[in-house]
């Protein structure tokens, strides 16, 4: 597509519930990376995709969050029994791996996540 | 000491005045960096990126980068109210994983 779509834009859950958010890159990008803003806070990295490899989970804040990209394109972050301190936007970016550059991440509009 | 720091409190400058925003980074390997902008309610947008030492400047905009002193700045020239924003620098740290910093919030007074 022309951008990273995401969906929801907006998601309200009731704690303990589970969510999945979905990211659907641009066309071509073998990068994905899924980051979490909290109010006031920079961006907090959670999970890397890029092409067959293995993701690169270390910064998953626990094992209720997971994240699975299927062909190589889309992916979907699972958030298991959501707690109040999930809450927070969940912002998707794509790239282009250039082997001799810089990695140039495009974000996606991001899912706002609340747990009541 | 986090991986990419940036200090600075809200910054308010005068419309056409210059807006300066630092940002200091721990790994001495990073050879890639950024400044995104982020309007409040948005997501971030890339606007400048920088690989080697010196200043690289486009439009109003001039990024340096000190790789012997592990910092990287941001100048905004003729400050104007639509550069009102959150400005994050980020880091490559060098598994293609970037780095972010908290972000300077920036308000340009008319």
Not at chain 1, 25 to 49: C, D, K, M, N, V
Not at chain 2, 31 to 43: E, I, L, P, V
């Amino acid at each position: 597509g022309a951008g990273v779509s995401q969906s929801p834009s907006n998601k309200v859950t009731e704690k303990g519930k589970d969510v999945e958010l979905r990211c659907d890159p641009i066309s071509g990008h073998t990068a994905l990376y899924w980051y979490r803003q909290s109010l006031g806070q920079g961006l907090e990295f959670l999970i890397y995709f890029q092409g067959n490899s293995a993701p690169d989970k270390s910064g998953l804040p626990s094992d209720r969050f997971s994240a699975e990209r299927t062909g190589g394109s889309v992916s979907t972050l699972t958030i298991q029994r959501t707690q109040q301190e999930d809450s927070a936007v969940y912002l998707c970016a794509s790239s282009l791996v250039r082997h001799s550059g810089a990695n140039v991440l495009t974000f996606g509009a991001g899912s706002r996540l609340t747990v009541l | 000491q986090k991986e990419v720091e940036q200090n600075s409190g809200p910054l308010s400058v005068p419309e056409g005045a210059i807006a300066s925003l630092n940002c200091t980074y721990s790994d001495r390997g990073s050879q890639s960096f950024f400044w995104y902008r982020q309007y409040s309610g948005k997501s971030p947008e890339l606007i400048m990126s920088i690989y080697s030492n010196g200043d690289k400047e486009d439009g109003r905009f001039t990024a340096q980068l000190n790789k012997a002193s592990q910092y990287v700045s941001l100048l905004i020239r003729d400050s104007q109210p639509s550069d009102s924003a959150t400005y994050l620098c980020a880091v490559d740290l060098g598994n293609n994983r970037l780095a972010f910093g908290k972000g300077n919030q920036v308000v340009v007074i008319p």
